[in-house]
């Protein structure tokens, strides 16, 4: 009897282990930390991870995000690059947004600032994202400031970029921290800023 009960135990352990997210990626040595803080709201998200890839280090995922569309719900997040570089903020879905259960990821480059949210689909009310970057220098990632105010974009995999509204934006050169309040985003799809001289006229 004693020896079905630890065959029983073994298995059980063999099993557990075997059935791991295999998403996560064990980082290589000496690599920036890529841990993600993540905080569900209280009816909203049901799993999170976080994920980096090997030579795309830059790179960070939140899995499996399952929000109530006729609820709403937020996923709060913290990110780390290398040299001391950090992004917080929150997606909020605001109840009504869309009718059923979807199931969602969050793609965010810590180099380009961009972010893409798979599956892409439409609202009925835009989605909500605040952004803070801690660590970037914003001569070179916002190179417009302070003449004139960032430009958030819908990147399109073909045509022209749309320009995405927010609130304000509040910043301080002397530590490198730049604040997007309400980015209003109409669907999931990917999203991010232009530093290229040849950025769509607003």
Do not use: W
């Amino acid at each position: 009897m004693k020896k079905i009960i630890t065959i029983v135990i073994a298995v059980l352990l063999f099993t557990a282990i075997g059935c791991r997210d295999q998403n996560m990626i064990v980082q290589p040595d000496g690599m920036p930390s890529t841990d993600l803080s993540y905080s569900p709201s209280a009816n909203s998200v049901n799993a999170a991870t976080s994920v980096s890839s090997g030579d795309q280090v830059n790179k960070q995922f939140i899995r499996n995000i399952k929000i109530d569309g006729s609820v709403g719900g937020s996923v709060k997040f913290k990110l780390f690059a290398a040299g001391s570089r950090q992004l917080e903020g929150i997606l909020k879905i605001d109840a009504g947004a869309f009718s059923d259960v979807r199931v969602f990821d969050a793609v965010f480059d810590l180099e380009t600032l961009t972010v893409e949210l798979t599956p892409h689909g439409e609202f009925v009310i835009p989605a909500h994202l605040d952004l803070r970057f801690m660590g970037y220098d914003l001569k070179t990632y916002f190179p417009s400031l302070p003449k004139k105010n960032p430009v958030y974009y819908y990147l399109p995999e073909s045509g022209t970029p749309e320009i995405m509204p927010y609130a304000f934006v509040n910043y301080e050169f002397n530590t490198n921290v730049i604040f997007f309040k309400d980015i209003r985003l109409p669907h999931f799809s990917r999203f991010g800023f232009i530093r290229l001289s040849d950025a769509p006229a607003q």
